[in-house]
């Protein structure tokens, strides 16, 4: 492992930064399209930047210690967008949250109801 690796794919990165250039990219995509587009066409903008596949894997598997994966904190961002638009009120689902469901779907279950 190099000496100054990246927080999130362990490649080589500069010692002033805790981001490779790749993944400070990805995540550059990520902040400029969140919550403007679906999941699907932001994985589609992720791919377009020419950065490797298996990369940007990697990039959207990556667990930051205590935040949950970079995919789940866009499952989380989507989910509470989506629940704020059909009326949930207080719906805070963090990428832990998503994690723990993806882990264990049981946990996804809600008895809570949507106000109209």
């Not at 002033?16 to 990219?25: E, H, I, P, S, Y």
């Not at 882990?103 to 109209?116: A, E, M, Q, R, W």
Request: aromatic content about 6%; charged content about 20%.
């Amino acid at each position: 492992m190099p000496l100054f690796a990246c927080a999130l794919c362990r490649q080589t990165r500069s010692p002033f930064k805790a981001f490779c250039g790749d993944c400070t990219a990805l995540f550059a995509v990520v902040k400029e399209n969140l919550g403007k587009v679906g999941l699907t066409q932001l994985i589609d903008a992720l791919l377009q930047t020419g950065i490797a596949k298996e990369k940007v894997k990697v990039f959207l598997e990556a667990d930051q210690p205590g935040r949950g994966s970079v995919l789940d904190q866009i499952t989380a961002t989507l989910t509470n967008d989506l629940a704020t638009g059909i009326g949930v009120k207080e719906c805070d689902m963090s990428a832990l949250d998503v994690q723990r469901i993806r882990k264990n779907p049981v946990f996804g279950s809600s008895t809570k109801p949507i106000d109209s």
